[in-house]
Nanobody, 125 residues
Framework: QVQLVESGGGLVQAGGSLRLSCAAS????????MGWFRQAPGKEREFVAA????????YYASSVNGRFTISRDNAKNTVYLQMNSLKPEDTAVYYC??????????????????WGQGTQVTVSS
């Protein structure tokens, strides 16, 4: 069983930055690929970024590539999403998610078996 607790969301002006954190329980964190997804009202949940269980590979949606950075600290059981140059279209609820142990990174929400509660990010114009 894995529990994910997110923090760091809030209101920010366009062009500003936020860092989201997701703290995970359990001792299997270091063996799980982790991802960030987001969902705006009336839209489907979409992939944002992911990081391999080893931390050696990262992946980004084209809409955030170059602006967002995903990282992990296995000693702290935490994954981060640094968001820079934020745009109003980044406004959404952001979720972190964990894949089964030692799976290669996937982009589909159905590939993730644990999810956080979500944290609201609002970017004003």
């Amino acid at each position: 069983q894995v529990q994910l607790v997110e923090s760091g969301g809030g209101l920010v002006q366009a062009g500003g930055s936020l860092r989201l954190s997701c703290a995970a329980s359990g001792r299997t964190f270091s063996s799980r690929a982790m991802g960030w997804f987001r969902q705006a009202p009336g839209k489907e949940r979409e992939f944002v970024a992911a990081i391999s269980w080893s931390g050696g590979s990262t992946y980004y949606a084209s809409s955030v590539n170059g602006r967002f950075t995903i990282s992990r600290d296995n000693a702290k059981n935490t994954v981060y999403l640094q968001m820079n140059s934020l745009k109003p279209e980044d406004t959404a609820v952001y979720y972190c998610a964990a894949q089964p142990t030692r799976y290669s990174v996937k982009y589909e929400p159905t590939a993730y078996d644990y999810w956080g509660q979500g944290t609201q990010v609002t970017v004003s114009s």
